[in-house]
């Protein structure tokens, strides 16, 4: 059974870094794409990093693109994101997911899962 169990949220001031990690389990990292996503109160789930696995291709969505980087040690079956620059409006519960099927949109949550209980991220001065 694939899980995710995301960590590393917190409190940080704008212009603060965190780094998430996402670790998964029930099945080879290497072999699957991942993503990031977030969802703000109030907001829809949204996709923000996907990396495509063996390929190394990286995708950000605009608002993340040049502040967050995604990598993955797959020998870890461990995904991270590094965030620099924090924003508050980047303040959101964060998730990492695998696509449901091979044809996806790495910015629709539709197209992924299952998801963990993911990790608070709070930018606040």
């Known amino acids: 059974q694939v899980q995710f169990v995301e960590s590393g949220g917190g409190l940080v001031q704008p212009g603060g870094s965190l780094r998430l990690s996402c670790a998964g389990s029930?099945?080879?990292?290497?072999?699957?794409?991942i993503g990031w996503f977030r969802q703000a109160p109030g907001h829809h789930r949204e996709g923000i990093s996907c990396?495509?696995?063996?390929?190394?291709?990286?995708w950000y969505a605009n608002s993340v693109k040049g502040r967050f980087t995604m990598s993955r040690d797959n020998g870890k079956n461990t995904v991270w994101l590094q965030m620099n620059n924090l924003k508050p409006e980047d303040t959101a519960v964060y998730y990492c997911a695998t696509p449901r099927g091979g044809t996806y949109r790495p910015d629709d949550p539709l197209d992924f899962g299952p998801w963990g209980q993911g990790t608070q991220v709070t930018v606040s001065s």
């Open positions: 990396s495509t696995g063996r390929d190394g291709t990286t």
């Open positions: 029930g099945f080879p990292l290497d072999a699957y794409a």
